[in-house]
């Protein structure tokens, strides 16, 4: 093999290599994220273990696409950080232990409607950056659908 050759197997497996190490990386430092599934919807959290921020929430909140006022709103007492959030579960229409609800001020959130889309949120004091997750009820299920890039409650 000439010397050439191997130094561009040699480039090339380098260049994979890091590729492949970046995409890693890239994986375990996201922040806060938000999954929806089940019905009603049951809404999980993960933040990548190396994520310098965005990791930790007090509020969480639904909202119906294209509303600025949410279904349902609740806040925690304390931050819930990192470690709390990868294996807190919310249910729709059910309170935490350590949350409040806010919104609406009693009684339970209205029920979802199928074939309506919706935008669930946790955040601080406001909802951007945070994490976020958009989703519709249909044929009993849940479909998880992209978040439009700026989409804001």
């Known amino acids: ?26 994986l ?15 809404f999980t959290f993960n933040a990548g273990p190396f ?9 969480f909140a639904v ?16 931050i819930v950080d990192r470690t709390e ?20 001020a009693s009684g339970e959130p209205p029920p979802l409607v199928g074939g309506k889309t919706y935008l669930a949120v946790a955040g601080g004091t406001n909802y951007y950056p945070w994490a976020r997750v958009r989703f519709m009820v249909k044929d009993n299920g849940i479909v998880s659908l992209p978040v439009k890039p700026g989409s804001l409650p």
Not at 5 to 19: D, N, P
Not at 28 to 42: A, E, H, K
Request: charged share 20%; net charge positive.
């Open 63 to 78: 909202f119906e696409e294209g509303s600025d006022r949410p279904l349902w709103r609740i806040a925690s007492k304390t």
């Open 28 to 42: 375990s430092c996201n922040g806060l994220r938000v999954y929806v599934n089940n019905i009603p919807p049951d």
């Open 85 to 104: 959030a990868n294996s807190l579960v919310i249910h729709y229409g059910k309170l935490p232990g350590r949350f409040e609800q806010e919104i609406p």
């Open 1 to 26: 093999m000439s010397k050439q050759s191997c130094t561009t197997i040699f480039s090339r497996r380098t260049v994979i290599s890091l590729i492949v190490l970046g995409g890693l990386t890239c």
């Open 51 to 59: 994520a310098e921020c965005c990791t930790d929430f007090r509020l």
